[in-house]
């Protein structure tokens, strides 16, 4: 069975740009979240998805945002970009909502200079 | 209330001892609480579960104890080796909500 898969693995960006990050969950996953990584704020969740609806969001500005598509793949998208944004993103996939057993992918890197 | 307190932030012991990391909750009502392991260059990986119905889970080496009245819960890993050397990571949420709210981490180092 394969994992949560999230393209790219790394990416370079130039401050003011703007970035696509993909994930795709465990088949028959229906739930999929997004949180940023950083060694000084630890994990930070930044929304979550389930049915293409947006369920939840987490404290982060309106740069941030994200959709999931019919076949529970999901994108997040940061606009304007600015060197605090470089973080490891990473997704995660369960299968259903409320039950736990989130599985994470190996993230995208993202350096913003 | 949303913040989950976990310690130590790093912790060193030889192979075959039995490290223990804890975790503080104060939002009464979360009620799953995941432990994660994290390598270098890789997403967190569960590693063992617990809801607040039971007060103690092993799953092979790992076990969490779970204290409900005190909102505490605690990994501990038995016979540790080099290969558990890995940055471990406590959460919580509730069913209601998805978003799991993560503990800063503790490096883990076994020396052989």
């Known amino acids: 069975k394969a994992g949560v898969t999230q393209t790219p693995r790394y990416l370079i960006k130039t401050r003011g740009q703007q970035v696509t990050l993909s994930c795709s969950p465990i088949?028959?996953?229906?739930?999929v979240s997004w949180y940023q990584q950083t060694p000084g704020q630890g994990l930070q969740f930044l929304f979550e998805y389930f049915s293409e609806t947006q369920r939840n969001k987490g404290n982060f500005p309106g740069r941030f945002s994200g959709r999931q598509f019919s076949n529970s793949r999901s994108e997040m998208n940061v606009s304007t970009l600015e060197l605090g944004d470089s973080a490891l993103y990473l997704c995660?996939?369960?299968?259903?909502?409320?039950?736990?057993?989130?599985?994470f992918g190996s993230g995208t890197r993202l350096t913003v200079v | 209330q949303q913040q989950v307190k976990q310690s130590p932030q790093s912790l060193i012991v030889q192979k075959g001892g039995i490290p223990i990391i804890n975790c503080a909750y104060e939002n009464t009502a979360f009620d799953y609480f995941p432990w994660y392991q994290q390598f270098p260059g890789k997403g967190p990986a569960l590693l063992i579960a617990i809801r607040p119905d039971v007060s103690e889970k092993k799953e092979g080496r790992f076990t969490i104890s779970f204290n409900k009245s005190a909102k505490q819960f605690s990994l501990h890993i038995m016979d540790s080796q080099p290969g558990d050397s890995a940055t471990y990571f406590c959460?919580?949420?509730?069913?209601?909500?998805?978003?799991?709210?993560f503990g800063k981490g503790t490096t883990l180092s076994v020396s052989s």
């Open positions: 088949s028959g996953h229906r739930s």
């Open positions: 995660a996939s369960s299968p259903n909502v409320g039950v736990g057993g989130y599985t």
């Open positions: 959460a919580a949420t509730n069913q209601a909500g998805t978003a799991l709210i």
